[in-house]
């Protein structure tokens, strides 16, 4: 009996080690776990900021993007404007000349 006593005793110690080992184990995953899930989030925040960012950078250049179609509407404009004053202008010198002409030929007369 005293034999059985003491196997239970050296079974129990033996299991009581292995428990608080299996605890010290539990632990150490749990921080293992912790600090995983924080990095986590920290990579999650950051997709969060670099599509926040991504959109914020699509947006701006859908805008500039019309910007710059507006300006090159603007300046399709301004050719055409300035091509309207040549010839005008073309008409003009070209009347003035007539004019001289004209001038000149009364006053030789």
Same mark, same amino acid.
């Given at each position: 009996?005293?034999? !059985? =006593?003491? /196997?239970?005793?050296?079974?129990?110690?033996? #299991?009581?080690?292995?428990?608080?080992? =299996?605890?010290?184990?539990?632990?150490?995953?749990?921080?293992?776990?912790?600090?995983?899930?924080?990095?986590?989030?920290? @990579?999650?925040? !950051?997709?969060?900021?670099?599509?926040?960012?991504?959109?914020?950078?699509?947006? =701006?250049?859908?805008?500039?993007?019309? #910007?710059?179609?507006?300006?090159?509407?603007?300046?399709?404009?301004?050719?055409? !404007?300035?091509?309207?004053? @040549?010839? !005008? =202008? /073309?008409? *003009?010198?070209?009347?003035?000349?007539?004019?001289?002409?004209?001038? *000149?030929?009364?006053?030789?007369?």
């Amino acid at each position: 009996l005293e034999g !059985q =006593l003491r /196997a239970m005793r050296e079974m129990y110690k033996a #299991q009581k080690s292995r428990a608080e080992m =299996l605890e010290r184990q539990v632990v150490e995953k749990e921080a293992q776990l912790s600090t995983a899930e924080g990095m986590w989030a920290k @990579k999650m925040d !950051q997709c969060r900021v670099d599509s926040a960012a991504h959109d914020r950078a699509a947006t =701006l250049a859908a805008a500039l993007t019309k #910007q710059v179609d507006e300006l090159q509407e603007v300046v399709r404009g301004s050719e055409g !404007q300035c091509a309207e004053l @040549k010839r !005008q =202008l /073309a008409d *003009a010198e070209q009347k003035a000349a007539a004019a001289r002409a004209e001038a *000149a030929k009364t006053e030789m007369s």
